[in-house]
Structures are given as C-alpha cells and as structure tokens.
C-alpha cells in the first residue's frame, strides 16, 4: 500500500497508509472494531477502492476475483438444504446442478487435496448443521484454500469460538502456512491467541497503522500516537491487555481470559 486512504460511509477508516507485506509472512491485523480491518481485507480484495493513493498484491494492482487471494470470512450463510462437509467446500467452486455442486473429477481432486491439508477428512461425509464451530472453520478455511492461493486473507475467524478452539484454528493455519509457503494476513480482536504464529502484527487505530513485530509495535507510546490518547499495555502471565490509562484495569482483566469488557475505539483488547 502505498498512501491508501479508505473511506467507508463518508468517514475516513484509513488515512495515507503505507505499508510492506513481505511473502511468507503471517501478520496478524489487530485494532477495535471500527479500525478498518475488515476494510483492509475488502481493499486487498479488489472490492472496494481506495480513495487516493495505490495497493498492489503480488506486483500487481488490486482486482477483483484474483485467483491468487484466498479469502476466509468472518460467516458464511447456510445452505438452503442439507449438505456434507465436502459438499460445502466443493459449492465454492461456483458450478451447480439441480441447486447442488456440480464438480468435475479435477474439481473433486482439488477438494480433496485441501480437505487432507486441513485435516478435515474425517468431516467430508457428516452433515455440515452437525458440525461445531471449530469444524465448520475448519472447513472455510479448506474452501480459501481451492485454487493455491499464495495470499490468504482470514477475517476475524475466531469470533465465537472458546480459547482452545481458538488456538487449534491459529496453530492449523500457521501449519498450512509453513506448508505452502504462502502469506497471511490474519484479522482478530484480541493478539494473544495469535502470538505463537506471528511474524509481524498490523495494528490498526485512529486512521493509521503501525507494522512491525509484537514488542516494538504493541507498547504504550506506539500505540497511544496511533490514538492520540494515553494507552498502556500490561503484560500478565503471558498475555497482552491493552487498555486506555483510565480504564479500570481490574475489571478489564476479569471479564474474561484475554479480554477487555470495554471495546470502544480507547480501549482494545490485544
């Protein structure tokens, strides 16, 4: 990105970015919500445009429908009739007959490479409304994965699931990652899960960003110019909370593993 501004509903979200992802990286894009992270993937995406300046992918400009982005979204809205793990990922392939997905036998290889690197073949024949949370994930994430992408883009993937699913989602991408050799940009609302994957966080706030590895880029003064406002960062039995200066820290830490109860744009769980 190169001076990117993106403007959503008439507001500002980023303002004159300018940032370097280098290939094989797992970054992980952090801020509360209202940041632009969600922005940031559509952007990368091709399917909303800067308002100034430029973003390229892979060298070359941004567009829609690039086979080289894999995307993972937030939910996927059910399928109007029962269908099996493999089905689910097969319907992202795009042919239908009859309302079903209609694959060739290369189609059918694909699908099957990716449900092996995901370790999802012993869901491929149960029915996807019998699934868990952690599984359906799991089965998204083998539906990014169709095509080889070399950059994937997960936005906020760990909504609604408890830390150890959590956990094995973070620790299965970075696995897939290291595999394949590809870049991912991570969206999340809390840094801690993300830790033993990073490379480098992209930490969002106040219209800028900040890039760099986890202690340079989440401390108090970097992230307090990011707001113009004061921000600490508390460091607890390894975890991370990161909180505005009058917040109460003793209520933040209490309302959950890892979690800040106030997500206003002052106050952030790392």
Same mark, same amino acid.
């Given at each position: 990105m190169r001076q990117a501004s993106m403007v959503v509903g008439g507001r500002t979200v980023l303002d004159r970015i300018d940032l370097d992802i280098q290939a094989g990286e797992f970054v992980g894009v952090l801020g509360p919500n209202g940041a632009g992270k969600t922005t940031l993937m559509r952007a990368v995406l091709g399917l909303?445009?800067?308002?100034?300046? %430029?973003? $390229?992918?892979?060298?070359?400009?941004?567009h829609r429908g690039n086979p080289a982005v894999g995307y993972m979204p937030q939910t996927r809205s059910q399928a109007p009739f029962p269908l099996s793990g493999r089905s689910f990922v097969a319907a992202a392939l795009g042919g239908q007959r009859w309302g079903l997905p209609w694959t060739t036998a290369t189609d059918r290889q694909e699908v099957e490479r990716v449900l092996e690197l995901v370790d999802a073949k012993t869901l491929a024949d149960r029915p996807l409304d019998r699934l868990s949370g952690? $599984? %359906?994930? %799991?089965?998204?994430?083998?539906?990014?994965?169709?095509?080889?992408?070399?950059?994937?883009?997960?936005?906020?993937?760990?909504i609604s699931l408890d830390p150890p699913r959590a956990d094995a989602v973070v620790a299965l991408v970075r696995r897939v990652q290291q595999a394949l050799g590809i870049t991912?940009?991570?969206?999340?609302?809390?840094?801690?899960?993300?830790?033993?994957?990073l490379d480098r966080v992209l930490y969002l706030g106040g219209g800028g960003a900040r890039l760099g590895p986890v202690d340079e880029v989440i401390t108090g003064p970097v992230l307090s110019a990011l707001y113009?406002?004061?921000?600490?960062?508390?460091?607890?039995?390894?975890?991370i909370f990161v909180m505005s200066a009058a917040h109460d820290v003793e209520r933040g830490m209490h309302c959950g593993p890892g979690h800040v109860c106030d997500h206003s744009p002052a106050v952030a769980s790392a």
């Open positions: 909303l445009a800067p308002q100034a300046g %430029r973003i $390229e992918v892979l060298g070359a400009a941004v952690g $599984e %359906r994930q %799991r089965l998204l994430l083998a539906q990014a994965l169709l095509g080889r992408p070399r950059l994937l883009l997960l936005d906020e993937p760990l991912v940009l991570f969206s999340a609302h809390e840094l801690n899960p993300l830790l033993p994957a113009g406002a004061p921000i600490e960062v508390l460091h607890v039995r390894g975890r």
